[in-house]
């Protein structure tokens, strides 16, 4: 199992027990794929430096996990199939 990090943008428009799922799906949906979530960092809405799909603000949160190698593609599968993620970005820190 190795050490990744996850910074994922949720849609800003949705109500704020909507946004808590989304982080909710994606921390379950690391567990489902074998791994462990050591820490959630919520930063909360942010303004974007340009609009992404005609939207200005965006939900970050930041996730340090530990995986197997083979539940990264299911997690980026899941970041790019479901509505509420905007973007996402999985990587290892050094």
Same mark, same amino acid.
């Given at each position: 199992? &190795?050490? $990744?990090?996850?910074?994922?943008?949720?849609?800003?428009?949705?109500?704020? +027990?909507?946004?808590?799922?989304?982080?909710?799906?994606?921390?379950?949906?690391? %567990? +489902?794929? %074998? +791994?462990?979530?050591?820490?959630?960092?919520?930063?909360?809405? @942010? &303004?974007? #430096? $340009?609009?992404?799909?005609?939207?200005? =603000? %965006? $939900? $970050?949160?930041? #996730?340090?996990? #530990?995986? /197997? =190698?083979?539940?990264?593609?299911?997690?980026?599968?899941?970041?790019?199939?479901?509505?509420?993620?905007? @973007? %996402?970005?999985?990587? @290892? /820190?050094?």
């Amino acid at each position: 199992m &190795r050490r $990744y990090e996850a910074m994922v943008i949720v849609d800003a428009r949705l109500e704020e +027990g909507d946004i808590q799922k989304a982080v909710d799906r994606f921390v379950d949906a690391i %567990g +489902g794929a %074998g +791994g462990e979530v050591a820490k959630v960092d919520r930063w909360g809405v @942010r &303004r974007f #430096t $340009y609009e992404i799909n005609h939207q200005k =603000d %965006g $939900y $970050y949160f930041v #996730t340090q996990f #530990t995986a /197997p =190698d083979s539940a990264v593609a299911s997690l980026t599968r899941t970041l790019q199939i479901s509505d509420e993620f905007i @973007r %996402g970005k999985i990587v @290892r /820190p050094e």
